[in-house]
């Protein structure tokens, strides 16, 4: 039942979106919806909350605030108090997503009225626990803009219209706890806004195939993860699959944009992540680390591709880099994140990240840190190659690299080579669940599969200069069928009859018509 209701409101919601979005950008209109989602979830979940609280005392959370007396006052009080302590923020009924569906019904102007909720919900937690966590929550939400219509009205309209349809569809928040239904049509929403806006959403969002590929490899031989760490986390997804299916007990992140990064805020709340078991914070990992010399069980990122950093001169001391002999180059920060994430990483943990192919065999600096990692440290334990056309916004082949501090001195590097495996639907390629198993399957056994996994040694890799690129060491080359010459000499023998005998029907049926003497 549970697949059918994520299926059912995955459709809604998008329908929602589709419906009325207009001549709006997927970008700039999935910041409206996702944070109106998120009011209504945060809404549902107090009103759930206290009325559940205030059973025995058989008044409810909208009536108890319509009381005004000295011991209704203090009532009020040990209310907010829980609900501050218990899930982190509060929100008075009169600004709940109901009633500003009451006052839309009443075809009141409600602008002013939703601004004003949304502020209240994160001044709410000023001075508590939860306040890094609900800050500047909503933020992009600017009710103000020229993007939602001309005049005040037309903003009205639109903004009244998205929510009456949210509205209209049960989130069933309490239910969900169990079955994630809207955590997951949450992610699905982000997913299909990704796909819709390109690289630049892209960016943020790890298709679900690959989050499941890197949390399933990050997690084995640990029943029960202390943390896991994804430095550049965008919306969050992949970090908190990662954290599922490793039953991590915190999750951290760090995220550049600052957009994305509330993103990220709501996906933990909205997947029943409680606010004191995550933190995520607003930053440049690269350029300001955010967690010092923090320890992590698992690291797993999908950092920008290539990216620009400073590769400032104070980076040659900083104990994330400076081991390595050489800084990645300014222009490409791959090897800079890579650094970084094996700093973060316990001694019994592993890291699995997204790469490009060019890490495994560009020269220069990256030649170098790259041996480092192999000779020096013995780090690398598996590269895996993914089919070309899996992420938003990009069609280049990526790669996945796992690391791990605990190697012994003799231990080998699997290679997979899995980007001829996967189901091409549209334009985008797709790993179906056989094609995630036998990636992960293969990792875990490491087994060596014909044209598709090889173990090599150490010295293997040294032979080939140290570089990594998998061709090199899983040969995937399908010879072709010998040609039978005799059966195509005769093959075009008998076409040459055939056309022989259609070309005199023809002049016969010409003769015959008067075409030709």
């Keep these: ?60 959370f909208k009536e108890l605030w319509n009381m005004d007396d000295e011991d209704t006052a203090e009532l009020q009080e040990e209310v907010k108090d829980l609900c501050l302590s218990e899930i982190g923020y509060f929100i ?18 409600i602008l002013p009225m939703l601004e004003r909720s949304l502020k209240r919900i994160e001044d709410s937690t000023l001075g508590r626990d939860s306040e890094e966590d609900f800050g500047g929550l909503f933020s992009d939400i600017d009710l103000a803009s020229p993007k939602l219509g ?23 928040v309490e239910a969900s706890k169990e079955i ?18 390109g690289k630049k959403a892209g960016e943020f969002y790890t298709p679900q195939e690959v989050s499941r590929i890197l949390a399933e490899i990050v997690t084995i031989g640990h029943e029960r993860l202390r943390n896991v760490y994804d430095p550049t986390c965008g919306s969050g997804s992949l970090l908190l699959r990662a954290a599922h299916i490793g039953n991590a007990v915190e999750i951290y992140g760090q995220e550049k944009n600052p957009t994305t990064y509330n993103l990220a805020r709501m996906n933990m709340l909205l997947h029943g992540i409680k606010f004191s078991d995550f933190k995520i914070e607003n930053g440049d990992t690269l350029e300001a680390d955010a967690f ?25 001391t900083d104990d994330r880099f400076s081991k390595a002999g050489r800084l990645a180059p300014r222009k490409t920060a791959d090897y800079a994140f890579i650094l970084h994430m094996i700093y973060h990483l316990s001694d019994g943990g592993t890291m ?24 020096k440290k013995n780090y690398v334990d598996a590269i895996i190659g993914l089919p070309a056309n899996i992420f938003y916004g990009t069609s280049i082949p990526t790669c996945v690299l796992v690391l791990k501090k605990c190697r012994k001195e003799d231990d080998n590097i699997l290679f997979i080579d899995a980007s001829k495996e996967f189901e091409k639907v549209k334009t985008q390629n797709k790993l179906r669940p056989e094609h995630i198993k036998k990636i992960v399957d293969t990792y875990r056994d490491r087994k060596e599969i ?68």
Aim: glycine letters at 6%.
């Design 1 to 60: 039942m549970s697949e059918e209701l994520q299926q059912k409101l995955r459709d809604q919601l998008w329908e929602v979106a589709n419906r009325l979005r207009g001549n709006m950008s997927a970008s700039d209109f999935m910041y409206f919806t996702l944070g109106f989602i998120f009011y209504k979830y945060l809404s549902e979940k107090i009103e759930n909350f206290v009325n559940g609280e205030l059973e025995d005392d058989e008044v409810s």
């Design 450 to 517: 014909e044209k598709y996994s090889h173990l090599a040694t150490l010295q293997e890799i040294a032979d080939n200069d140290y570089n990594l690129n998998i061709p090199r060491y899983v040969d995937t080359f399908e010879e072709e069928e010998p040609i039978d010459i005799k059966a195509v000499m005769a093959e075009i023998k008998e076409l040459e009859a055939k056309r022989a005998n259609l070309d005199k029907e023809i002049e016969g049926y010409l003769k015959e018509l008067g075409l030709v003497d």
């Design 352 to 375: 699995a990240c997204v790469a490009p192919h060019g890490v495994l065999f560009r020269g220069n600096a990256e030649g170098v840190i790259r041996r480092f990692l192999i000779e």
């Design 292 to 316: 010092g010399d923090t320890q992590f069980d698992a690291v797993v990122a999908n950092p920008p591709f290539s990216a620009e950093w400073s590769a400032a001169d104070k980076f040659n």
């Design 150 to 172: 001309k005049t005040a009205d037309d903003k009205n309209t639109l903004i009244s219209n998205v929510l009456l349809a949210l509205d209209e569809i049960k989130f069933g």
């Design 92 to 109: 008075e009924p009169q600004y709940l997503f109901s009633s500003v569906i009451e006052s839309i019904k009443k075809k009141e102007n």
């Design 180 to 197: 994630d239904i809207l955590g997951d049509a949450y992610e699905y929403m982000i997913s299909q806004f990704a796909a819709g806006a």
